[in-house]
């Protein structure tokens, strides 16, 4: 069955840099798009980066734009997300999310397969 793992979190302080990567394996069909969400202790996991599979799209939530950058490698079914000028309120489990239908790309609802998450904190 399909399976996505995240790796690369860890405590940084702010204004550092981490690396996240999203490996999907297992009996993995075509992708429409990944993207990363992120939850933080008492709030609503919220949209963070996603990439179309085929066309190289990409969108990013205001709160990250400019900081962080979704890329991906077809070849290894590996989407990463470089965040770079890392803050606190950045802090947050990260997790990964796939999508193999057309539509909108935002939202929770839209992803079919997501990751067991990967902790990321920052400190001040």
């Known amino acids: 069955q399909v399976q996505l793992v995240e790796s690369g979190g860890g405590l940084v302080q702010a204004g550092g840099s981490l690396r996240l990567s999203c490996l999907a394996s297992?009996?993995?069909?075509?992708?429409?798009?990944m993207a990363w969400f992120r939850q933080a202790p008492g709030k609503e996991r919220e949209f963070v980066a996603t990439?179309?599979?085929?066309?190289?799209?990409?969108y990013y939530a205001d709160s990250v734009k400019g900081r962080f950058t979704i890329s991906r490698d077809n070849t290894k079914n590996t989407v990463y997300l470089q965040m770079n000028t890392l803050k606190f309120e950045d802090t947050a489990v990260y997790y990964c999310a796939a999508k193999y239908t057309s539509g909108t790309l935002l939202s929770l609802n839209d992803y079919d397969y997501w990751g067991q998450g990967t902790q990321v904190t920052v400190s001040s």
């Open positions: 990439i179309s599979w085929t066309a190289d799209t990409t």
């Open positions: 297992g009996n993995t069909p075509s992708w429409y798009a």
